[in-house]
């Protein structure tokens, strides 16, 4: 499908990976973007920057409610699947989240089918494969769900409902469907709903006060990082293709310790603060181990995707956004 002159929604158009998904497609040239969010954890001013280009609108609307989305896909080419609820939210709210994922999932496809938009870009996760094994992850692993946490493995559920939803529309009704699994996203716009991302921004938070950082654990747990930059291009190339039915893994394939994240976190921000081990709290936590090796070959052959934006550059972009939104509010 070509970008140039296409016609897209964002369902969950307020998110972090919504607003950057936006962002890249108005520059690749997109006629109309149309951002769906019925702001339940994302708000207007998190996209207020993307409100002034002429092409992009804002619809407040609710993939639990069919008929908003029979009325907001009218004329979409194509339409990113990204509302949704990560496993914080739906640990607060397990009935919601679900239905959100599940059941809003089921509204989008099913809404596109009746509009005739010919693709579907669904948000999938990383955390479909559960705790991680050893050695490497492709999309062929399965799911181990039997270490993770319950609201952890409700979330990764929903995400292999969502997924298998895709495949069955592409295979009955012929609308391409793609589903992107990703690790763990990061960069401006950073919102407080990451689990694993909260290392970053809480860490920034007390940085900021002049605290030290805190690791829980010995620090070799392990995350992949993605750059939200990084993710929001796979999802155009996604849409852009003509891959269908399938599942891909958008990571770097780098397990970056929390100690080597705070480092550099610590680095970019010019800090001589020393990070303090803590006992791992009572928390909702995922992917805890020391080992992680998801593996990118298919997205690469089968997109030609693959990570640009370093750790180091992804934190220094991150951090800077940051510093920009506080000299605005502190000017305000
Ligand atoms: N952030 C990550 O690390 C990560 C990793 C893997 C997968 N994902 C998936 O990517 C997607 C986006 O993640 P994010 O971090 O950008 O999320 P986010 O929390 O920033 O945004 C989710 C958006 O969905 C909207 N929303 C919730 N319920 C809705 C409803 N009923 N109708 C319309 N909009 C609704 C929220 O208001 C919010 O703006 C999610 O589906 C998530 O599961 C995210």
Redesign the pocket.
């Known amino acids: 499908m070509q970008i140039d002159g296409g016609r897209f929604v964002i369902?969950?158009?307020?998110?972090?990976?919504?607003s950057h998904t936006a962002e890249a497609l108005l520059a690749e040239g997109a006629a109309h973007v149309v951002l769906?969010?019925?702001?339940?954890?994302?708000s207007p001013e998190s996209i207020a920057d993307l409100i002034p280009d002429p092409r992009v609108k804002l619809v407040r609307?609710?993939?639990?409610r069919i008929n908003e989305l029979y009325d907001t896909f009218e004329g979409a080419d194509g339409v990113f699947a990204?509302?949704?609820?990560?496993t914080l939210?739906m640990a607060q709210d397990p009935l919601l989240g679900l239905a959100?994922?599940v059941q809003?999932h089921a509204n989008v496809l099913e809404a596109c089918r009746y509009r005739g938009a010919r693709r579907v870009v669904f948000?999938?996760?990383?955390?479909v494969y559960g705790e991680p094994s050893r050695g490497p992850m492709t999309e062929e692993t399965s799911f181990d769900w039997a270490r993770f946490q319950p609201a952890a493995a409700m979330?990764a559920a929903s995400?292999i409902v969502g997924e298998n939803l895709g495949r069955h529309y592409a295979g009955k009704y012929g609308i391409g469907t793609v589903s992107l699994?990703?690790?763990?996203?990061?960069g401006e716009r950073q919102?407080y709903?990451?689990i694993?991302?909260l290392y970053i921004v809480e860490n920034y938070d007390r940085i900021r006060r002049g605290e030290r950082p805190q690791i829980p654990g010995d620090g070799r747990e392990v995350h992949d990082y993605i750059h939200v930059k990084d993710v929001a291009r796979a999802n155009v190339m996604a849409m852009a293709s003509t891959v269908s039915g399938e599942s891909l893994n958008v990571v770097t394939g780098i397990a970056t310790t929390l100690d080597q994240l705070i480092a550099t976190l610590l680095r970019v921000m010019g800090s001589n603060l020393q990070p303090e081990y803590r006992p791992v709290p009572e928390m909702t936590r995922v992917s805890v181990g020391t080992e992680l090796a998801f593996g990118r070959d298919k997205i690469q052959s089968v997109l030609g995707w693959e990570p640009r934006i370093d750790l180091e550059q992804g934190i220094r972009r991150l951090v800077e956004w940051r510093e920009r939104e506080e000299a605005k509010r502190t000017s305000a």
Do not use: C, W
């Open positions: 369902t969950g158009g307020a998110s972090l990976i919504g769906l969010d019925n702001y339940a954890l994302g609307g609710d993939v639990l990204i509302a949704g609820f990560l939210p959100v994922n809003g948000a999938s996760s990383t955390a979330y995400k699994r990703y690790a763990t996203v990061y919102h709903r990451g694993n991302a």
